[in-house]
């Protein structure tokens, strides 16, 4: 693509800051692989409520869906959270998944050899090097079943359905099945078959699958093991592909297993318009103060270029300038561990200027 259209949602909190940074590594990435881009602002979650009453303007779907690609930034923070569920910034994501039809959620979790030391495990358990990828449902599940409130027994009762339908199972782990055969082959389905039904559709419909994909190890794992083996031994997993809750889940714990949320970058993908958002949240303690991990939307970025346009050298040039800049020794203080800091535009400024030459 020679030029690309970006929605760029910063949305609350240290969103704006960080995306700003990602976009000037962009931009660096455009100059040096001769593409050009232009960004166009849309606003969700708080920002969205305060400007328009709702936190995802039809304004705002509309323009993702006539761009290329979707930056986002994070959403939310203590100034609504006392607003009804429909109303709240999250659900302005929720609905941007589904009106986007994103139904993958693609979370690496990878260790930085220059970050090992961050991971709150023993070094003999994080061993060296570590990189597991969450492909995560995301438009299915209990997050998007029947709800509501109803009387039970004369109690106040409430509920909440998980439900999947085959091909949506089939899809989800068709994006695992592939994302395996670019590293090294193994899948673990993630699920509750021993109690949930919807869970055993997903591990008969999956392991059904798999016998188009001879050539990658599947294995499943209930959830609740899942989880212990990931603190006990993360190396054992490369692709795991879960549901939505699961997913949210796991992606969080995974996430500290690397120390550094501030790191992670996702990408949310289906059949059109591409997302891609940093893991960590809207941080609304540090907003404005410049102190914030740009890190984790720069590599969302990266992520963009691989998914959304498969430019795979601009997109290891991103990785490469990020891992440089850890190698100088460049700190945010969330990976300082105390010691000397830089600030979100020092970081942003340095990885953009190591995109463009040594
Ligand atoms: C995430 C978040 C969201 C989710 C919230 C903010 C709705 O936790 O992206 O993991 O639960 O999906
Ligand atoms: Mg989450």
């Known amino acids: 693509m020679d030029h690309m259209r970006i929605a760029l949602l910063p949305g609350d909190g240290i969103g704006p800051e960080v995306t700003k940074e990602a976009v000037r590594v962009l931009d660096a990435a455009a100059k040096g ?13 708080g920002c969205a409520i305060d400007r328009t009453g709702v ?31 429909a109303l709240r910034p999250e659900a302005g994501l929720l609905g941007i998944r589904a009106g ?6 693609l979370r690496p979790a990878i260790v930085h050899g220059a970050l090992i030391g961050a991971s709150p495990l023993r070094p003999g358990i994080l ?18 079943g029947e709800r509501g409130r109803i009387k039970k027994d004369g109690a106040e009762a409430a509920f909440d359905t998980e439900l ?5 199972i089939e899809r989800i782990a068709r994006v695992a099945f592939n994302s395996a055969r670019k590293r090294s082959r193994r899948v673990c389905s993630v699920d509750k078959a021993n109690v949930l039904e919807s869970s055993r559709l997903w591990r008969e419909t999956v392991t059904r699958l798999h016998a188009k994909y001879p050539d990658i190890a599947l294995e499943h794992m209930y959830v609740d093991n899942a989880a212990m083996q990931l603190v006990r031994n993360p190396h054992q997993f490369d692709v795991v592909v879960t549901s939505n809750m699961f997913g949210d889940i796991l992606s969080d714990l995974a996430s500290q297993i690397t120390g550094s949320i501030g790191m992670l970058p996702s990408a949310s993908i289906g059949s059109g318009t591409g997302l891609y958002e940093p893991v960590h949240g809207s941080a609304p303690d540090i907003a404005g103060k410049s102190v914030a991990n740009p890190l984790a939307a720069v590599l969302s ?26 190698d100088e020794g460049l700190r945010t203080p969330d990976i300082a561990a105390g010691g000397p800091c830089v600030t979100t535009q020092e970081m942003g400024e340095r990885v953009a200027a190591c995109v463009l030459g040594p």
């Not at 061993?127 to 998007?144: A, K, N, P, S």
């Not at 999947?164 to 949506?168: F, I, L, R, V």
């Not at 963009?304 to 997109?315: I, N, Y």
Request: hydrophobic share 45%; with cysteine; aromatic share 8%.
């Open 100 to 105: 986007l039809g994103l139904f993958a959620n």
């Open 33 to 45: 692989f001769g593409f050009t881009v232009s960004t166009e602002e849309g606003l969700i979650g």
């Open 55 to 85: 936190p995802l303007p039809e304004q705002t779907l509309s323009l993702c869906k006539s761009c290329d690609a979707v930056l986002m930034g994070a959403v939310g923070g203590p100034k609504w959270d006392g607003l009804e569920g």
């Open 127 to 144: 061993g060296g090097h570590l990189d597991i990828l969450i492909v995560r449902e995301l438009t299915g599940g209990i997050y998007f």
């Open 301 to 326: 970025v990266s992520m963009m270029l691989t998914h959304s346009f498969g430019m795979t050298e601009a997109s290891a040039a991103i990785e490469n300038a990020v891992k440089k800049v850890l």
């Open 164 to 168: 999947y339908t085959a091909p949506e």
